[in-house]
């Protein structure tokens, strides 16, 4: 359920109508910008979104992966997940995306005679767009069924969980760390492969974050004895 492609429908389509009607960010259309207030504004109100969005999206689709390989099993599992994100990652990439793109280049400027010369450019590349969540999501959830399966011998799929109040601040300098060791080569807005790795440390720590939070037996509250 919640690693479906739709399961991002929530607020990024807040983010993507930001973006076009004045926020910093890339999309496939631009509207007329609003004003310097405007731009500010919704600039301010993406950045917000960002900062944990898409990490409680990773968490969420990694909270519920360990409940699906353990129903499904090994072999049933990697097939669901490659039919319900393979599939429309595919199809969205092969036959739609171009066209997408071609109508971005032909609207931000580029003008209407450079539609089909940008589709047929597009067309030979791999740009999932708004799919890349779907993408990685994949690529986390074959790296858990391979974890699984050629894993330490009897890698428990339920594990004791403790999060103290040191420990959680630790886990959160830890990953602003490692998030701003990260920037310093791939900066916010840089794309390696239509990806931008600078938000990269949080997805995957958050989808591991999700992963034990379920083989922890369902983690409730936070007090000063720790989270258990």
Same mark, same amino acid.
């Given at each position: ?5 739709? /399961? #991002?429908?929530?607020? =990024? ?9 004045? =926020?910093?960010?890339? *999309? ?6 609003? $004003?310097?207030?405007?731009? /500010? ?20 689709? $990694? ?31 092969? #036959?739609? %995306? ?7 280049? #032909?609207? %931000? ?6 539609? *089909?010369? %940008? ?6 590349? !791999?740009?999932?767009?708004?799919? !890349? ?9 074959? $790296?858990? /069924?391979? *974890? ?16 103290? *109040? ?7 300098? $830890?990953? /602003?760390?490692? %998030? ?46 720790? !989270?258990?």
């Amino acid at each position: 359920m919640f690693d479906h492609p739709v /399961a #991002a429908v929530g607020i =990024a389509p807040a983010r993507d109508v930001a973006i076009t009607y004045g =926020a910093n960010g890339s *999309w496939y259309y631009i509207e007329n910008r609003g $004003g310097i207030t405007t731009e /500010a504004l919704l600039t301010v109100l993406v950045a917000a979104l960002q900062f944990f969005f898409m990490g409680l999206f990773f968490a969420i689709a $990694g909270y519920f992966t360990p409940m699906a390989f353990d129903r499904k099993g090994a072999r049933r599992f990697l097939a669901d997940r490659l039919r319900r994100l393979g599939i429309p990652l595919v199809v969205f990439t092969v #036959a739609v %995306s171009q066209f997408l793109e071609a109508f971005k280049t #032909a609207t %931000s400027g580029g003008g209407w005679g450079q539609f *089909w010369p %940008s589709w047929r450019q597009h067309l030979a590349g !791999w740009a999932p767009g708004p799919l !890349w969540f779907v993408e990685t999501l994949l690529v986390f959830s074959l $790296g858990y /069924a391979v *974890w699984r399966q050629f894993g330490p011998v009897g890698a428990p799929t339920r594990v004791t969980c403790v999060f103290t *109040w040191r420990r959680l601040l630790s886990f959160i300098g $830890g990953l /602003a760390l490692v %998030s701003f060791l990260v920037r310093l080569r791939y900066p916010i807005g840089a794309e390696v492969q239509h990806l931008q790795l600078a938000f990269y440390p949080q997805y995957i720590t958050m989808f591991v974050v999700g992963v034990l939070a379920f083989t922890g037996r369902r983690p409730r509250s936070l007090s000063r004895k720790g !989270w258990s």
